[in-house]
């Protein structure tokens, strides 16, 4: 589990600016095996105090502006990111300068700044593209949130793709978001939803995960990180799986 030095559930009437970069308390996760669920788990991370700077939480913290503050003698921590997620300073920077430099319309206008605008969105779409290994900008899709993006999914290529018979795989550790719109596509194509149970470490099961697929598979749909258990999946595993017997993934990585 995430240890911290503090949970914050609302703002004080007032906080103070603390000074960047303070030192982190070292933060285990939990992690689900690679191969199966009858593998042996990992060993929990060292609890050794020089550990601390290498963590992901240490290198990121510094560019977040939000976070350089103290709320009742406690350093801010903040877990509602599947809600609103923070912005780090290169994100507002960016935003800073499009509202200062090129603020216009995209695609809709042939003046220097909409065009400016639009060859900015469509450099951001490469660079995306480019960041997960997507063969072409053509591929990324910008939506509002990830619940927009899964209604896209489930109501554009689900309906079209799916049909009686077939199989959607989730495991019951998945957001309602990452559920319902696939309930409502199997109502109206006859498909038919898997759900993979949990083990006693109260994580996905990758055994059960891995015996449910078939060639009657289509679809598995996964979080990565789970913000309400802690677990971690192997994407790249369950992705080579489902790709065994011809079905695609799509992953809740909020």
Not at 24 to 53: I, Y
Not at 75 to 104: F, M
Not at 171 to 197: C, D, M, N, R, Y
Request: aromatic share 8%; proline share 6%; charged share 20%.
């Amino acid at each position: 589990m995430v240890t911290m030095e503090s949970f914050v559930l609302k703002l004080p009437p007032s906080f103070r600016i603390i000074k960047q970069n303070p030192n982190c308390t070292n933060r285990t996760f939990r992690t689900v095996p690679f191969a199966s669920a009858t593998a042996p788990a990992p060993a929990p991370a060292s609890t050794d105090s020089q550990l601390g700077p290498g963590s992901l939480g240490y290198l990121t913290r510094p560019d977040f502006p939000i976070l350089h503050q103290e709320l009742n003698g406690k350093r801010l921590v903040y877990l509602d990111n599947a809600a609103t997620s923070q912005k780090p300073e290169p994100v507002l920077n960016a935003l800073r300068n499009y509202y200062e430099a090129y603020n216009s319309n995209v695609h809709r206008g042939i003046h220097y700044l909409s065009a400016k605008a639009t060859d900015e969105y469509e450099l951001a779409r490469q660079k995306i593209a480019n960041f997960i290994n997507a063969s072409e900008g053509r591929e990324i899709v910008f939506t509002r949130n990830a619940t927009e993006a899964i209604n896209l999914v489930a109501y554009s290529w689900g309906m079209s793709n799916l049909k009686k018979g077939d199989e959607v795989v989730l495991t019951i550790a998945e957001h309602h978001s990452s559920i319902v719109p696939w309930q409502f596509v199997a109502q109206k194509t006859g498909a038919v939803l898997k759900f993979v149970s949990l083990t006693e470490d109260e994580v996905p099961d990758l055994g059960k995960l891995r015996e449910t697929l078939s060639r009657q598979t289509k679809l598995v749909v996964v979080h990565h990180v789970s913000n309400v258990l802690a677990s971690v999946l192997p994407i790249d595993e369950i992705v080579s799986w489902a790709h065994e017997v011809g079905a695609k993934v799509l992953v809740d990585a909020c």
